[in-house]
């Protein structure tokens, strides 16, 4: 008989148990992510410069490398109180289904009309922007997840939210697209005619569906150029990660008071969000303490920045305006095959994850789309929740793991990030279903032309 005590299905914590501070996984990291350079002068980017493009209070941030929690402001855990704490749920289905002696654990982030986690950092960025007396913000959107997430944000604090949504999306996803405009947001397929970058784009490559550097250099652009406005982005930046840390800090707490020790904590990786912000009270433990998590990345076989990609300094966006970061990346150039349809398709990397990854602190794994629909498939029809694709990937090695506990008889256990709901890619789970979804793998050719346009720089 068990002498365990009972674990409830959905761990919440109590209002009270909720984090009041994001935990700056940096400053406990020896060797710290390099730094963003201008590129320009390939110096680092000091304060002022950045200011012109982010928020100061996000500046700050983003450069801050020592201070190792940062309080989480009051009207920010209010509006975190609507859909927070996320629950961490046991998934005693799947285990069932699996027949594994592992235990399984999910984080879920879905839990809000975005439907991702994505609206951890849009909260948090919105709130700066407003408290710096702002009219609006710009970014970028890909399948229209993070401008979702920035248009509820911004209804909430009445910012103006102009929102670039790659081209090929807006035409094939108008559902999400409809989502914004019902939070305020306008939004622009990218490229557009309406920037400088949209145009010289558009002239280059006629007829091309966009892409998300490209989106992104549009609306740098627009934030730059127009006065009370700034650039805010969803992902990769040192700051997203920051207030991502919440995932992390709400799991570990949940763990902790039932006294469960994580063993394997897994995650999918498109820029590294999500990721970064789960892994990073382990990851920070792990620096200190020494204590053995195994931490894995999954990304997708067609976009794999950290299995296939090179450690450098590259650009983030396609129209070069952006810094330049040193990342685990494909060439600012790359886009998956079109037939990817599972997310995840940006060509670099976090550089805290990059750093991380380079150390050895971290694994990294890809996996196939028609495996991440198969797991996502399993999963529903189980633990009932319709998975978003990204999140799948993640699912898919969890799986994976747990099948080795199966074969070794380990009782290991194991706690991934489920990022969010798949409702809106309902076209992919059919493509999937009517066997129309075929698996591209890069061939090293391939990547290696994209890497020949890396900046060179050491
Ligand atoms: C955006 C997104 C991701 C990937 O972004 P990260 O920055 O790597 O976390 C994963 N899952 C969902 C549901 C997303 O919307």
New binding site residues.
């Given amino acids: 008989m068990s002498t365990t005590k009972e674990i409830p299905y959905k761990i919440y914590l109590e209002e009270n148990e909720m984090p009041k501070a994001w935990y700056n996984l940096r400053a406990d990291m020896i060797n710290k992510p390099a730094p963003l350079l201008n590129p320009g002068t390939l110096q680092p980017m000091k304060a002022e410069e950045l200011a012109g493009v982010f928020c100061d209070e996000l500046v700050k941030q983003e450069l801050d490398n020592d201070t190792r929690f940062i309080e989480i402001p009051e009207e920010i855990r209010n509006f975190y109180k609507m859909y927070r704490p996320s629950p961490l749920v046991r998934a005693y289905c799947l285990e069932e289904k699996l027949q594994t002696p592992a235990k399984i654990y999910y984080k879920f982030e879905g839990n809000n009309t975005s439907?991702?986690?994505?609206l951890n950092s849009a909260i948090a960025q919105a709130y700066y922007a407003k408290k710096q007396g702002l009219k609006g913000v710009t970014t970028e959107t890909g399948a229209g997840?993070?401008g979702t997430a920035l248009s509820m944000a911004c209804s909430y604090f009445d910012l103006d939210c102009k929102v670039f949504m790659v081209k090929v999306s807006y035409e094939q996803k108008p559902f999400r697209r409809e989502v914004m405009r019902t939070y305020g947001a306008s939004v622009t397929p990218s490229p557009s005619m309406e920037t400088e970058v949209g145009k010289r784009i558009n002239a280059a490559h006629p007829g091309t569906t966009g892409s998300l550097g490209c989106a992104i250099s549009e609306a740098v652009e627009v934030a730059t150029s127009t006065p009370g406005y700034r650039y805010v982005l969803?992902?990769?930046l040192n700051q997203v990660l920051l207030h991502q840390s919440v995932i992390g800090l709400e799991t570990k707490a949940a763990l902790d008071k039932y006294g469960i020790k994580a063993d394997i904590v897994i995650g999918?990786?498109?820029?590294?969000?999500?990721?970064g912000g789960l892994i990073a009270p382990f990851m920070g433990e792990k620096i200190q303490k020494g204590t053995d998590y195994r931490i894995i990345a999954v990304e997708p076989a067609s976009c794999p920045s950290f299995t296939r990609g090179v450690y450098a300094y590259d650009f983030c966006d396609t129209g070069m305006v952006c810094p330049l970061a040193k990342m685990y990346t494909l060439g600012s150039d790359f886009i998956p095959a079109p037939n990817h349809a599972g997310?995840?398709r940006y060509h670099g990397m976090s550089s805290t994850l990059s750093q991380l990854y380079a150390d050895g602190l971290m694994e990294a794994t890809t996996v196939k789309q028609t495996e991440v629909f198969e797991a996502a498939e399993q999963f529903a029809r189980v633990e009932g929740i319709l998975p978003?694709p990204?999140?799948s990937h993640a699912i898919k090695v969890a799986i994976d793991e747990a099948l080795k506990c199966k074969e070794t008889g380990e009782e290991k256990t194991i706690v991934f990030g489920l990022?969010?709901t798949g409702y809106f890619d309902l076209v992919a789970y059919q493509k999937f279903h009517d066997n129309e979804m075929s698996d591209y793998i890069p061939t090293d050719e391939e990547l290696a032309k994209f890497r020949a346009n890396l900046p060179k720089i050491d």
């Avoid at 439907?115 to 994505?118: A, D, F, I, L, V």
């Fill in positions: 439907g991702s986690h994505k997840q993070w969803g992902s990769v999918c990786a498109g820029g590294g969000s999500n990721l997310g995840l978003a990204e999140s990022t969010g």
